[in-house]
């Protein structure tokens, strides 16, 4: 199917929503055995997205030069947070261990540094309208969307990680596999960056074979990645996979 990109989605003023903020060292990766707590990337996106960094009609230069300057010193300075991303490792029974390809999140030709840490939501009908088709009837189209959330990082030396050209792995024994792999999680050690946050959307418009109109969004969070750990039902890190040095 074809797919219309469009511009981007506008920025809406949302409610400032709280979300956990880790209190490791700035830079220090949590080590295995560590017991992490995750941010989810729904609410991380609405507390970036929800400050405004354009300049208000009734606002003075100074007065906008200062509150942009106080909002980049809040999310740049804050201590990193760990991200739940969607993860879907495969076990290899002959060599004991689960593998997740980087494939399955991260990796396009046209956006190297990315990953989306969810998968999309269920299409949900947002709508109807008519219209008429080619032979002049009118036909009634449903409308659905769908949003899924992903992170761009930088590229200073902390940002490149090698998960995008070997994939994770974790040896785990046959008897314990079982048991683990539906409460795995993989977790995103995150800082902010410039510009923080964007979004995009695509369109594929209804047919005569298909009367629906699909929106597929995907907002992003600008950061840099400090590293990846995969923890296991208790939010117990199992391994920690660090960027190149």
Same mark, same amino acid.
């Given at each position: &199917?074809?797919?219309?990109?469009?511009?981007?989605?506008?920025?809406?003023?949302?409610?400032?929503?709280?979300?956990?903020?880790?209190? @490791?060292?700035?830079?220090?990766?949590?080590?295995?055995?560590?017991?992490?707590?995750?941010?989810?990337?729904?609410?991380?996106?609405?507390?970036?997205?929800?400050?405004?960094?354009?300049?208000?009609?009734?606002?003075? &230069?100074?007065?906008?030069?200062?509150?942009?300057?106080?909002?980049?010193?809040?999310?740049?300075?804050?201590?990193?947070?760990?991200?739940?991303?969607?993860? %879907?490792?495969?076990?290899?029974?002959? #060599?004991?261990?689960?593998?997740? *390809?980087? #494939?399955?999140?991260?990796? @396009?030709?046209?956006?190297?540094?990315?990953?989306?840490?969810?998968?999309?939501?269920?299409?949900?009908?947002?709508?109807?309208?008519?219209?008429?088709?080619?032979?002049?009837?009118?036909?009634?189209?449903?409308?659905?969307?769908?949003? %899924?959330?992903?992170?761009?990082?930088?590229?200073?030396? *902390?940002?490149?990680?090698?998960?995008?050209?070997?994939?994770?792995?974790?040896?785990?024994?046959?008897?314990?596999?079982?048991?683990?792999?539906?409460?795995? #999680?993989?977790?995103?050690?995150?800082?902010?960056?410039?510009?923080?946050?964007?979004?995009?959307?695509?369109?594929?418009?209804?047919?005569?074979?298909?009367?629906?109109?699909?929106?597929?969004?995907?907002?992003?969070? &600008?950061?840099?990645?400090?590293?990846?750990?995969?923890?296991?039902?208790?939010?117990?890190?199992?391994?920690?996979?660090?960027?190149?040095?």
């Amino acid at each position: &199917m074809k797919y219309e990109t469009l511009l981007p989605i506008i920025v809406l003023e949302l409610v400032l929503m709280p979300f956990s903020i880790n209190s @490791w060292a700035e830079t220090d990766c949590p080590t295995p055995g560590t017991k992490v707590e995750f941010s989810q990337p729904a609410e991380v996106y609405e507390v970036v997205s929800s400050y405004t960094l354009e300049k208000d009609e009734f606002e003075t &230069m100074a007065q906008f030069e200062k509150r942009r300057n106080g909002i980049y010193s809040k999310l740049i300075e804050s201590p990193p947070t760990m991200l739940q991303g969607f993860y %879907k490792p495969e076990y290899d029974a002959d #060599k004991q261990r689960f593998v997740a *390809k980087y #494939k399955y999140t991260c990796g @396009w030709p046209s956006i190297k540094r990315a990953c989306y840490v969810t998968d999309y939501d269920a299409f949900n009908r947002t709508g109807t309208y008519q219209a008429q088709n080619y032979y002049g009837e009118t036909v009634t189209i449903d409308v659905y969307s769908s949003v %899924k959330y992903g992170i761009q990082w930088g590229k200073s030396k *902390k940002s490149r990680l090698f998960f995008r050209k070997k994939p994770l792995v974790i040896d785990i024994p046959i008897e314990q596999a079982r048991t683990l792999k539906d409460s795995l #999680k993989i977790g995103y050690f995150i800082k902010f960056r410039e510009p923080f946050y964007s979004s995009d959307i695509s369109r594929k418009p209804a047919n005569n074979a298909d009367r629906s109109e699909v929106y597929s969004g995907s907002k992003w969070i &600008m950061v840099d990645l400090l590293c990846v750990v995969v923890t296991d039902g208790n939010d117990n890190v199992m391994k920690t996979f660090e960027p190149f040095r």
